[in-house]
Nanobody
Framework: QVQLVESGGGSVQAGGSLRLSCAVSRSTDRSYVMGWFRQSPGKERERVALIERDGTPTYADAVQGRFTISQDNPKTTLYLQMNGLKPEDTAMYYC????????????????WGQGTQVTVSS
């Protein structure tokens, strides 16, 4: 069982930065693949960034070079540093976890947080 709680969302102007956090609570010591997803009204949820068990990150093309996914050493907090924010980054951002990298890559993670809103104004 995994519980995820996001925080750090807010409203910023274009070009600004935000750092999202996801507090991770696990009932076992199993290591999960973690990721950030986002969803805007009227659009499908999309993958933003993933971090594999060995710490290898992958990014969506839309955020490559602007966003950085990371986690602390005990893997109790997942982060998403967002720089150079654009209005099109406006969305609800969700933290996700799964044992299967394929499932989380496809957006079918078993565990999801409740989301944190990011709004970028031009």
């Amino acid at each position: 069982q995994v519980q995820l709680v996001e925080s750090g969302g807010g409203s910023v102007q274009a070009g600004g930065s935000l750092r999202l956090s996801c507090a991770v609570s696990r009932s076992t010591d199993r290591s999960y693949v973690m990721g950030w997803f986002r969803q805007s009204p009227g659009k499908e949820r999309e993958r933003v960034a993933l971090i594999e068990r060995d710490g290898t990150p992958t990014y969506a093309d839309a955020v490559q070079g602007r966003f950085t996914i990371s986690q602390d050493n005990p893997k109790t907090t997942l982060y998403l540093q967002m720089n150079g924010l654009k209005p099109e980054d406006t969305a609800m951002y969700y933290c996700a976890a799964d044992l299967s990298i394929l499932d989380i890559f496809l957006g079918k993670a078993k565990y999801w947080g409740q989301g944190t809103q990011v709004t970028v104004s031009s």
